[in-house]
C-alpha cells in the first residue's frame, strides 16, 4: 500500500461542477436581468452584443462574434473561407472533432499534419509536409493551452497566401510573442463548453482581425439573413448558430473572471511543475520562451522506459487514489476514427472524400510518427482554477507515490 493511500482522502475541484467553476451572484443576477426584459434572442437583446464587445477588448481582437458551441465557431471560420468542394484544410490529427467534421460538412477535406511528439502541436515542418496547391486554408489546435510556434508557421502561411484559422478553445488568453492567440491568424476560434476556463455550457466564440471576414461570420450565423441592411436576403447557404441572452448573461458574468482564472491556473501550474521536477519517468515539454499557456489541462509525459505501462498504468494508480486523469488524453488520431477511417459521411455517398486527393486520405501510421508517439506517452491531470496548495500537494504526492510502484528494476 502507498504512503498516499494510508492517508485521508481528497477530492480535487472538478470542473464538471461548482467545486471547479466560478459561478456565483454575478451570473445569477444578470440571468436574472434577461429574464426581466422578456428578450432572450440575442437578434434583439443586449448581453451577446455585451460579450462581443468585451471579448473583444480583452483578447486585443478588432472584431468578435458569439455562436452557439466551440463547433460552431470552426464551423463559422471554414464557412466564410468559403473552400471549394475537394478544396483541402491542413489539421491536426490530435483535437476535438468539433473542430474537424466542419471541415467536412462545409464539402472540404481535412489533410492531417503530424505533430511534434512532446507537445502534441503541428509546427510549421509537418504543416508544409502537408500542403498541395489545393490547401485553403491551415488550421492550428493550442493543445491544453499551449500555443503553436506560431512565428514559423505564419511565415509559412504567408509565403504560400493560405489563411490560419486558430483553435483556441483551450487556449483562454494564451499568448505567443506577446500577443493573445486569436489574433495572430486570419481568425481565432475559442469554446464556452462546460469544461473551459469559462464556461455558458455550450458556446463559442469567434474573433477576427478583417472587417470582411468578420462580416460574414456574423452573416453565417444569422443563416445569412442580412440583418439592417437597406435590402436584406439570405446570401449565401448558412445556419442559424446563434447564442441566447441566457447564455450571454451568464458570459458577461463569466468575463469578468476570465483574467483571474487564468492566473490562478498559471499560478498553480509552475507550483506543481516544481513539484514533480524529480518524479523518475516523468517530465514537461521545454519551455517555450516566446509562448505562455494558459493551462486548460496539465498534460505530462510517461517514460514506458522507466515505468511500467507507462501513462496507462500510471494513470490506472492514480485512479487509485482518487484522481482522474486521461492516459492518451484521445484514444487514436482523429484519422483513425469511423468518420475518417471509413468515410462516413452523407448516406452511403462518402461525399466529400470522392474528391479528394489519394495521398490527402493516406493515413497510414508511419505517416504520424510524433502523433502516435505523443499518444503513446502523454498523461492529461484535471486542472482548474480552484486549485489550492493542499491540493497540489495531494496530486503530486498521489504521482510520487504511483510512479514508486511502477519503476522498472
Avoid at 263 to 286: C, H, K, Y
Wanted: net charge negative; with cysteine.
Amino acid at each position: 500500500m502507498t504512503a498516499v493511500a494510508t492517508r485521508e482522502r481528497l477530492t480535487l475541484p472538478s470542473d464538471q461542477d461548482a467545486t471547479g467553476r466560478t459561478f456565483g451572484s454575478e451570473e445569477l443576477a444578470l440571468v436574472g436581468e434577461a429574464l426581466a426584459t422578456g428578450t432572450l434572442t440575442s437578434t434583439k437583446g443586449k448581453f451577446v452584443r455585451t460579450l462581443e464587445t468585451r471579448f473583444a477588448a480583452l483578447n486585443g481582437s478588432k472584431h468578435c462574434h458569439a455562436v452557439a458551441s466551440g463547433s460552431a465557431a470552426v464551423h463559422a471560420a471554414i464557412a466564410v473561407l468559403d473552400p471549394e468542394p475537394g478544396d483541402e484544410i491542413v489539421t491536426s490529427p490530435i483535437t476535438d472533432m468539433g473542430a474537424l467534421t466542419p471541415i467536412v460538412y462545409q464539402g472540404a477535406i481535412p489533410v492531417f499534419a503530424d505533430v511534434d511528439p512532446t507537445t502534441g502541436n503541428v509546427t510549421a515542418e509537418t504543416i508544409a509536409a502537408r500542403l498541395s496547391e489545393r490547401t485553403k486554408a491551415i488550421v492550428v489546435t493550442h493543445l491544453f493551452g499551449r500555443p503553436c510556434e506560431m512565428a514559423a508557421i505564419l511565415k509559412l502561411a504567408a509565403e504560400r497566401k493560405i489563411p490560419v484559422v486558430e483553435d483556441c478553445a483551450q487556449a483562454f488568453l494564451a499568448t505567443y510573442d506577446g500577443k493573445a492567440v486569436g489574433t495572430l491568424g486570419a481568425m481565432g476560434c475559442f469554446s464556452l463548453q462546460q469544461g473551459k476556463h469559462i464556461t455558458t455550457g455550450e458556446g463559442g466564440l469567434v474573433v477576427a482581425e478583417d472587417a470582411a471576414l468578420a462580416r460574414k461570420v456574423y452573416l453565417f450565423l444569422n443563416k445569412a439573413w442580412g440583418y439592417g441592411d437597406p435590402n436584406p436576403d439570405h446570401y449565401f447557404l448558412a445556419l442559424n448558430y446563434r447564442l441566447s441572452e441566457l447564455q450571454g448573461a451568464v458570459a458577461v458574468g463569466q468575463l469578468d473572471k476570465l483574467e483571474e482564472v487564468v492566473s490562478a491556473r498559471r499560478n498553480t501550474a509552475t507550483q506543481f511543475a516544481e513539484m514533480i521536477a524529480d518524479v523518475p519517468g516523468v517530465s514537461l515539454p521545454a519551455e517555450d520562451d516566446r509562448a505562455e499557456c494558459s493551462w486548460w489541462k496539465f498534460p505530462i509525459l510517461v517514460d514506458g522506459a522507466v515505468l511500467e505501462g507507462g501513462p496507462v498504468a500510471l494513470g490506472k494508480k492514480l485512479g487509485g487514489l482518487g484522481v482522474a486523469s486521461a492516459p492518451r488524453y484521445i484514444q487514436k488520431p482523429a484519422f483513425a476514427c469511423q468518420v475518417f477511417r471509413d468515410q462516413k459521411t452523407f448516406g452511403q455517398s462518402r461525399w466529400p472524400f470522392t474528391l479528394a486527393r489519394a495521398e490527402a486520405v493516406d493515413y497510414r501510421p508511419e505517416r504520424f510518427p510524433g502523433a502516435f508517439k505523443y499518444l503513446e506517452q502523454v498523461l492529461v491531470l484535471p486542472w482548474n482554477e480552484k486549485y489550492e496548495e493542499k491540493h497540489l500537494v495531494y496530486l503530486a504526492e498521489s504521482i510520487r507515490a504511483a510512479a514508486a510502484e511502477l519503476v522498472k528494476e
